[in-house]
């Protein structure tokens, strides 16, 4: 149980504890009136039942304002999809207008905004090492900022890229042993892993990093960003050629059994959402019970009144 406004609920019981006070009071003042009169008043438990209700119905509201929720398990269908996004100095190369990276981060943002709420999406940039720049979350908003915040660092290495992508998904560390020993992550089958980049890699490991994500049973689909004419980027005052690997993109995606596509057939990235083996999960979240306590409330209200009413000709 949890509430939003404590404070609420403290000034209304202490309301509710005032009226109670103020009840008690009157009924004993009325009652010496009375016997001072020489009047025998025979009471019961039903004498003051009216004004009871109303001091519940009163304590009941001041609890429904202080915003109650109780916290419940609800199942929902979801899978994980981890954008893997080449911030490496090649994607400043501007074969792709304006560059290569603000083209991968336009291909992203679209396709994030494209996905149901019962997909959870993460977000990995990476260059030489890999860092997890949003953790998979349904809440899709926390991938677009993590996205828009991407800036070019670095060489590139897709092995990294990988296995920084498998651990967002586990929430471990995983990396591959000194000799290239793959290490068993389990088996991730609503997972999958959407990586954007130009496929220049400056680092080893990718086949043995394709071959874990294959056996964790998480498909890889590779966004080629770039032209294979390539252009000219300039890094540490030296010009650099750099060019679109198709080959090696389409490797690491056939490996896992995901597809690979050029970024200028992005828009055919919203059907790799349909891939996805949704799994059943269960979280806790609020379930607001102030619009109950209100009914309640105003059922003793009226409850109460009535009675009042009823055994004594007045509403109070």
Do not use: C
Request: proline residues 4%; negative net charge; charged residues 15%.
């Amino acid at each position: 149980m949890t509430l939003s406004s404590p404070l609420l609920l403290a000034v209304g019981l202490l309301v509710t504890a005032a009226l109670a006070w103020a009840v008690v009071v009157s009924a004993r003042r009325r009652a010496a009136a009375l016997a001072a009169a020489g009047v025998v008043v025979r009471g019961g438990r039903g004498t003051y039942l009216g004004a009871g209700l109303t001091i519940a119905g009163v304590g009941v509201l001041a609890f429904a304002g202080a915003g109650p929720a109780a916290m419940v398990p609800v199942p929902r269908t979801a899978g994980t999809v981890v954008l893997a996004v080449d911030v490496s100095n090649s994607m400043g190369a501007d074969d792709v207008a304006p560059t290569r990276l603000a083209a991968a981060q336009r291909a992203a943002r679209a396709f994030v905004e494209a996905q149901p709420d019962s997909v959870d999406i993460g977000v990995v940039a990476f260059e030489r090492g890999a860092l997890t720049t949003a953790r998979p979350d349904a809440d899709h908003s926390v991938a677009l900022k993590a996205i828009d915040r991407l800036k070019l660092t670095g060489g590139t290495s897709l092995g990294t890229a990988i296995t920084g992508s498998l651990s967002a998904i586990t929430g471990k560390q995983v990396a591959l042993g000194r000799d290239g020993e793959a290490p068993d992550i389990g088996y991730w089958p609503s997972a999958t892993i959407v990586m954007f980049t130009d496929g220049q890699n400056q680092g080893g490991d990718v086949e043995q990093a394709a071959a874990v994500a294959q056996r964790a049973g998480v498909h890889i689909h590779t966004v080629g960003v770039g032209t294979t004419a390539g252009a000219a980027v300039r890094v540490d005052g030296f010009h650099l050629q750099t060019s679109l690997d198709e080959e090696t993109l389409t490797l690491i995606a056939r490996t896992t059994g995901g597809d690979y596509h050029p970024a200028s057939d992005a828009a055919r990235l919203d059907s790799i959402a349909d891939t996805i083996d949704l799994r059943l999960t269960v979280s806790d979240e609020p379930l607001p019970l102030a619009g109950a306590l209100i009914g309640l409330a105003l059922a003793l209200l009226t409850g109460g009144a009535a009675l009042t009413v009823l055994r004594s000709g007045r509403v109070i």
